[in-house]
């Protein structure tokens, strides 16, 4: 079968890179420093790379777990869009590209922490999703990195790259928490070991969302509390924490939880955006 160009495409999970981008973009956009298009565009595009070639390199290393479960066996390696070797070599193309974009246009950090989400994702993450049921968490502090490679000061004692680091942890958990319980069973058959597969009455993986969901509130209300944002931001984050807080509780319920887990996923869908919006629009126009 000869890949077309949609499924190399397909292979970068451009959805999930997006939000790497995304999410690296707002920490760029809120540091108060000139504007260069130059630096803002090769960082970008670094960050896009690293994203798409960890996505790629991601299902060359799980192209036989992805092959037996229902919701992964049409993607480009298992259905045989995609060569193996052309994976891989696409793969670390585009994560190598990415990192000599990033040391050469944007700055040593950048591509230093770019690189570190490599290594988290694909030597601790990845592995660990096969033997740890903390892989969830040990995937989520990888996809929390992102905005620490477009925030352009982090050093000096700026402490907004961190706290979004703190967003953005906490907000996968049960962002993925709500989707492994709505596919525990495809996990089963690999017998990837994550909380929702070995919970099987889901009682402590609702426990655990809303334990995270608390502390991503908390989290988020945090720059107005130490004088980084303003009141108005502060009520926008209770109002959509409250919402997305209410999604975490109805989870709880056991009668109605592989409802209410759709509910909760698409909640932190509709969340992220919304916040991360609340934040750029206070840092530039309101602070």
Known sequence: MDAKFGDYLELTKPRLSMLSVITALVGYLIVDAPWDWNHFLMTMIGISACAGGVAALNQWMERDTDARMERTAD????????????????GWGLCLGGLALLFAFASALAAGFALATIIAYLAW???????????????????AFPPLIGYRQLMGGRAAGWLL?????????????????????DYSVVDFPMLPVR??????????SLVNTVAL??????????GATTWWYFAGTLVSGAWFLL?????????????????LFFASIGWLPLQLA???????FLV
């Open 125 to 143: 993450y990845t592995p660990a999703k096969r033997t740890s049921r903390w892989s969830t968490e040990i995937g989520a502090i990888a996809g």
């Open 247 to 263: 999604r975490a509780v109805q989870f709880l319920d056991p009668t109605t939880r592989d409802r209410c887990a759709k509910k």
């Open 75 to 90: 993607r480009p390696i298992p259905s045989g869009k995609v060569p193996d070797g052309a994976a891989f070599v696409m």
């Open 165 to 185: 680091f703190g967003v953005l942890f906490f907000w996968q958990i049960p962002h993925f928490m709500a989707i492994a319980w709505v596919y525990r069973e």
């Open 217 to 226: 509130i908390a989290v988020t209300a945090a720059p107005t509390l130490i």
């Open 278 to 284: 609340l934040l750029v629009i206070d840092r530039l």
């Open 199 to 208: 919970d099987r009455t889901g009682k402590t993986v609702a426990r655990w």
